[in-house]
């Protein structure tokens, strides 16, 4: 995780090249985050840093944040995806014309010509979905991997002539889908409590992912609409919203809670959530859930389909971070900000595993929510 002198370097050459007004720009529009202790030890636990690394992590992506968000701006149509590289701090921006590899470069980031790039990928992954339900069995998932420039497709093992026929049912460009066969399984996370608890109905359990000024959000498969919830500390609500298969957003509106920007890091304290800027792909990640506690890894895709038992979602993102049941609805944060609420996933925290995420933002906008 030691941060490459290439990296400082590019730094230096921004600033001291005329780039300081979108450098100071970015800068000041998202201040590096100040994380709580627990939140920093748990990265070292998990992600194998000392503590100077890991404060050093959360300054890289919250610099590479703003950088992508100012390419993605400057590039338009041309902008292929990003990248964040944990282990060097740099920031890879794919580009689909080679005449916007010098804007990139001049940014202070590392540049990429891809020949489909992010809104391609994503478009592939719209045609499976509209096929999503005939894909055979055996078939688990699919998501853009903007660093390989490709979508990939999941299987359980020996179901890759199924992937395949799929493929060309769909008619999508079989070039840019690759099937790799895989021992995931994935499946929700409903059945115990995760991050602060609440019952719905007085019996299931899930976790409150975060609060909003009405209430807070949640996965969509904890509850449906008019459920009632019920907290652990005496609050009570019910399902105001709930949108599952398809997506896993819920939202219910409670009474007797108060909202905070708190979030519980399961070591005696709370996480501090200020905003839910999108992290790059690549970027280090926390997840907080009551059967597991507290623990962290890496963002590796967006834009996943997965296939589970109850119906399709699409739009989840992929990670590395391990989950079990009873962790459903529980808060995701990058830094300081907040990234969605825990959907399912494969594995345990004994072994490892996959767990998929609902974004917060498309939440929100759900609802015209507002995070506390």
């Given at each position: 995780?030691r941060?490459?002198p290439?990296?400082?370097?590019l ?12 450098a ?31 404060e050093q992590?959360i ?11 100012e390419?993605?701006g400057?590039l338009?149509?041309k ?7 944990s ?6 921006v794919s ?13 202070g980031?590392?540049?990429?010509v891809v020949?489909?790039?992010?809104d391609?990928l994503?478009e ?8 999503a339900?005939?894909?055979?069995s ?31 049912d ?20 409903a059945d115990i409590?995760?991050?602060n ?13 975060f ?12 509850g449906s ?11 009570s ?6 949108v ?8 219910v509106?409670t009474?007797?809670?108060?909202p ?10 709370t996480v501090?959530?200020n ?12 997840r907080?859930g ?8 890496t963002i590796?895709a ?16 992929r ?16 830094g300081?900000q ?12 004994s ?17 015209g929510?507002?995070?506390?």
């Amino acid at each position: 995780m030691r941060k490459s002198p290439h990296f400082m370097a590019l730094g230096g050459i921004a600033l001291s090249a005329g780039l300081i007004a979108a450098a100071t720009t970015a800068a000041a529009a998202e201040p590096a985050p100040t994380l709580a202790p627990e939140q920093l030890q748990a990265m070292q636990r998990d992600l194998g840093l000392t503590p100077s690394e890991a404060e050093q992590l959360i300054e890289d992506e919250n610099r590479a944040r703003s950088l992508e968000k100012e390419l993605r701006g400057d590039l338009g149509g041309k902008f292929g995806g990003a990248v964040f590289d944990s282990d060097t701090g740099e920031l890879t921006v794919s580009v689909t014309d080679s005449d916007a590899v010098e804007t990139v470069e001049d940014a202070g980031a590392e540049a990429e010509v891809v020949t489909y790039g992010q809104d391609n990928l994503d478009e592939i992954v719209d045609d499976l979905n509209s096929s999503a339900e005939e894909a055979g069995s055996g078939v688990t998932g699919w998501y853009s991997d903007v660093e390989a420039d490709t979508v990939v497709m999941t299987v359980e093992k020996g179901a890759a002539a199924t992937g395949k026929e799929f493929l060309a049912d769909a008619g999508v460009d079989k070039d840019a889908v690759k099937v790799r066969q895989s021992a995931e399984n994935p499946k929700t996370y409903a059945d115990i409590v995760g991050g602060n608890a609440y019952y719905i109905n007085g019996s299931s359990r899930c976790s409150v992912g975060f609060a909003v000024t009405t209430g807070f959000v949640t996965a969509g498969h904890c509850g449906s609409p008019g459920d009632s919830v019920q907290g652990a500390d005496g609050g009570s609500g019910s399902f105001s919203g709930s949108v599952f298969p398809s997506r896993d957003m819920g939202y219910v509106s409670t009474s007797g809670w108060t909202p905070t920007s708190q979030v519980n890091d399961y070591s005696g304290g709370t996480v501090t959530v200020n905003g839910s800027s999108q992290a790059a792909v690549g970027s280090s990640i926390c997840r907080s859930g009551s059967t597991t506690g507290w623990h962290c890894g890496t963002i590796q895709a967006r834009n996943q389909t997965v296939r589970y038992p109850q119906g399709v979602v699409y739009g989840l993102t992929r990670t590395n971070v391990c989950a079990e049941p009873g962790d459903s609805g529980g808060s995701w944060v990058s830094g300081d900000q907040a990234q969605g609420v825990t959907s399912g996933g494969s594995g345990n925290c004994s072994s490892g595993g996959t767990t998929y995420y609902q974004e917060v933002n498309p939440i929100l906008n759900q609802w015209g929510l507002t995070l506390a």
